[in-house]
């Protein structure tokens, strides 16, 4: 029986199988760092949000701060929206009422060329901030 050149094809298989299964622990650990930044970024945004004295401060000052919170994580978003449901504002002063901000990040993952793998996954996480009650609101 002539073995001849099975050694060479079963190395072959076997670095494929183990490059597969590192490009795949790659992909993972991105999409899990990136859900980690996106959640620290929406706690970022409701709490930048919860401090301001206006429903269009709190907006802008929480797309502010989820945008540098991903960029300060080295997180690469090919597209990030910020929304914050500013309604606690409109509530009298005395009254508890809160702020919330959602933060979704679309997490390239074409450049790992995995077979089977999407282009791009969103990752998205909400997080919410009370508002002082005794602190002045503006609308």
Request: glycine letters at 6%; one cysteine or more.
């Amino acid at each position: 029986m002539n073995e001849r050149g099975s050694v060479t094809v079963e190395a072959m298989l076997a670095i494929t199988a183990i490059v597969l299964v590192i490009l795949l622990g790659v992909a993972a650990g991105r999409i899990i760092v990136a859900s980690a930044a996106v959640e620290a970024a929406a706690r970022d945004a409701a709490r930048q949000a919860s401090i301001a004295r206006t429903a269009t401060a709190a907006a802008s000052n929480a797309e502010a701060s989820a945008r540098e919170s991903l960029t300060s994580q080295e997180v690469n978003c090919t597209a990030v929206t910020v929304e914050v449901d500013t309604k606690g504002f409109s509530r009298p002063v005395g009254i508890p009422a809160d702020v919330s901000a959602t933060v979704s990040c679309n997490v390239p993952l074409s450049d790992l060329a995995f077979p089977g793998l999407p282009g791009s996954v969103e990752r998205h996480a909400t997080s919410m901030s009370p508002l002082d009650p005794y602190r002045g609101r503006g609308r």
